[in-house]
Nanobody, 123 residues
Framework: QVQLAESGGGLVQAGGSLRLSCAASGRTFSRHAMGWFRQAPGKEREIVAA????????YYADSVKGRFTISRDNAKNTVYLQMNSLKPEDTAIYYC????????????????WGQGTQVTVSS
C-alpha cells in the first residue's frame, strides 16, 4: 500500500515557476514508477510526466517538454515536478500517482493516487 500527498501548488503569473512535491508512505516507494497527471475544468485527466523507479526513465507529455522536469529522491520517498515557463493552459489540479511497474503514461495503469493540488496560472 502506498499513500501519496501532494504539495506546492498555488497561484503564479504566466512565465513563472512552481515546484510540486509528492510525499509517499510505504517501504516499497523505491520500487514504484511515479507519474504526475493533471485535470483542467471540463477536461479529462491527462498525463504530464512519469519517472521510473530508479529515475533513469522519464516520460513527458508533448505540451510540457522543455518546461517541466520530473525527478525523485527515493531516500526521502518524494517525487517532484519542477514547472517553469508556466502558461495559463497549465491551470489544473495536479495529481501524483504510483504503480508497481515500469514507467507508463497510461492513467489506468496506476494503482495509487493522491488528493491533488491546485495550480493556477494567471495571464
Amino acid at each position: 500500500q502506498v499513500q501519496l500527498a501532494e504539495s506546492g501548488g498555488g497561484l503564479v503569473q504566466a512565465g513563472g515557476s512552481l515546484r510540486l512535491s509528492c510525499a509517499a508512505s510505504g517501504r516499497t516507494f523505491s520500487r514504484h514508477a511515479m507519474g504526475w497527471f493533471r485535470q483542467a475544468p471540463g477536461k479529462e485527466r491527462e498525463i504530464v510526466a512519469a519517472i521510473g523507479w530508479s529515475g533513469g526513465s522519464t516520460y513527458y507529455a508533448d505540451s510540457v517538454k522543455g518546461r517541466f522536469t520530473i525527478s525523485r529522491d527515493n531516500a526521502k520517498n518524494t517525487v517532484y515536478l519542477q514547472m517553469n515557463s508556466l502558461k495559463p493552459e497549465d491551470t489544473a489540479i495536479y495529481y501524483c500517482a504510483a504503480r508497481a511497474g515500469v514507467v507508463s503514461g497510461a492513467e489506468r495503469r496506476y494503482d495509487y493516487w493522491g488528493q491533488g493540488t491546485q495550480v493556477t496560472v494567471s495571464s
